[in-house]
């Protein structure tokens, strides 16, 4: 009987250590871009990233949520996903920020971190944007011959880089985080 109840805890304690809490940065800047692939039990939390009003409200799908519309930088919104699906929202005041909060029943660290990683625009032109619902530690760019082209740090989730020195052609870009994740994606120089 007390094996069972230590081995309860112990499960108990590992479900809990995989749940997570993913911070958006929430103004204009974030575009179409507040789409991301979570858990079951993972807490996204919007913070309003600048002084204008903004709303979290959903539009769509599983879950059904509004924040109304609130005005402070810093202003908090939060909630836990506990259930499976996809829920679309939008800031009620700028109809540009839009997203899609997709939830899996279960998840791996690296496979999280791996589907939430985006960059854009994909063909790139001179500039080319890392968005991330990790923290990056750094990106580094690989060619098709595997010869390292570019590297540099991580701006915290959104990482803004100039490639304006690549020639046209297909490479690779290789995300770590600040916890060691890592990921690849193929981009194309226009
Ligand atoms: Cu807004």
Same mark, same amino acid.
């Given at each position: 009987m007390?094996?069972? =109840?230590? /081995?309860?805890?112990?499960?108990?304690?590992?479900?809990?250590s995989?749940?997570?809490?993913?911070?958006?940065?929430?103004?204009?800047?974030?575009?179409?871009d507040?789409?991301?692939?979570?858990a079951?039990?993972?807490?996204?939390?919007?913070?309003?990233?600048?002084?204008?009003?903004?709303?979290?409200?959903?539009?769509?799908?599983?879950e059904?949520?509004?924040? =109304?519309?609130?005005?402070?930088?810093?202003?908090?919104?939060?909630?836990?996903?506990?259930?499976?699906?996809?829920?679309?929202?939008?800031?009620?005041?700028?109809?540009?920020?839009?997203?899609?909060?997709?939830?899996?029943q279960?998840?791996?660290?690296?496979?999280?971190?791996?589907?939430?990683?985006?960059?854009?625009?994909?063909?790139?032109?001179?500039?080319?944007?890392?968005?991330?619902?990790y923290q /990056?530690?750094?990106?580094?760019?690989?060619?098709?011959?595997g010869?390292?082209v570019?590297?540099?740090?991580?701006?915290?989730?959104?990482?803004?880089?100039n490639?304006?020195?690549?020639?046209?052609?297909?490479?690779? /870009?290789?995300? =770590?985080?600040?916890?060691?994740l890592q990921?690849?994606?193929?981009?194309?120089?226009k």
């Amino acid at each position: 009987m007390k094996k069972i =109840t230590f /081995l309860v805890l112990i499960m108990a304690t590992w479900i809990t250590s995989a749940q997570e809490t993913f911070t958006v940065d929430w103004d204009q800047s974030v575009g179409g871009d507040g789409t991301f692939t979570i858990a079951v039990g993972d807490t996204v939390l919007w913070v309003w990233a600048n002084g204008n009003p903004h709303s979290v409200t959903s539009t769509s799908g599983t879950e059904t949520f509004d924040s =109304t519309v609130l005005t402070g930088m810093g202003t908090e919104f939060e909630l836990i996903f506990n259930a499976p699906g996809v829920t679309n929202y939008q800031c009620n005041v700028h109809s540009n920020m839009v997203g899609a909060i997709t939830v899996e029943q279960t998840m791996g660290v690296d496979e999280k971190f791996a589907r939430n990683v985006q960059v854009y625009p994909n063909p790139m032109e001179n500039e080319l944007s890392i968005m991330s619902l990790y923290q /990056l530690e750094g990106y580094e760019i690989f060619d098709m011959n595997g010869k390292k082209v570019g590297w540099g740090a991580g701006d915290g989730t959104y990482t803004s880089l100039n490639v304006s020195y690549l020639k046209a052609g297909v490479y690779f /870009l290789k995300a =770590t985080s600040v916890e060691g994740l890592q990921t690849t994606k193929k981009i194309i120089k226009k």
